[in-house]
């Protein structure tokens, strides 16, 4: 099954990415307490969870995160 993410749910991803899928949504679950009153991050979090329930963890192995865990470069 192919699965297609948004640029932001990437992010997420990257952000809380561990060795495996499932260990990167655990990680992942671990902030819903802090962001339970925010619903835009809540609804971008849940999103990306759903969508990684989709995935086999070959698919996510093969998933370049690299690029969005770095941080932007600043402007001068």
């Known amino acids: 099954m192919r699965v297609r993410f948004e640029e932001a749910e990437y992010f997420v991803m990257a952000v809380f990415e561990k060795d495996t899928r499932t260990g990167t949504m655990e990680e992942i679950r671990r902030v819903l ?44």
């Open 33 to 76: 307490p802090f962001i339970s009153e925010d619903g835009e991050m809540l609804a971008l979090v849940n999103s990306t969870l759903k969508k990684m329930e989709q995935l086999t963890d070959q698919e996510f192995s093969g998933m370049d995160l690299e690029t969005y865990a770095q941080e932007p470069a600043e402007e001068a």
